[in-house]
């Protein structure tokens, strides 16, 4: 006869974050209004010919202070939805 352990029940419901994205990547546009556009080059491998490929992206990032200008390289982090394209708040101008 084996005897079985009872089953403990959880009571509180345990959230787990995901982990916040971070980018660093160069300002190319800042025309607007507490918002600049942010373009993020990564490297990556061909997966034939296993050549490197530049690859990019741009990112409308949220600039609260206005902080940023063209040129400028500059650290962004994944946010809740600001906007219809925004997803992105600036953090930080590393360098002008």
Request: no cysteine; aromatic share 4%.
């Amino acid at each position: 006869m084996s005897t079985k352990a009872p089953v403990q029940k959880e009571t509180e419901a345990t959230v787990v974050a995901k982990p916040k994205r971070y980018r660093e990547g160069v300002v190319i546009s800042d025309k607007m209004e507490k918002t600049v556009i942010v373009e993020v080059t990564r490297l990556t491998q061909h997966p034939q010919f296993k050549k490197v490929i530049r690859r990019k992206i741009k990112y409308a990032v949220h600039d609260e202070k206005n902080a940023a200008k063209t040129g400028d390289k500059v650290r962004i982090q994944q946010t809740r939805p600001l906007s219809k394209t925004k997803r992105w708040t600036l953090i930080e101008v590393l360098s002008k």
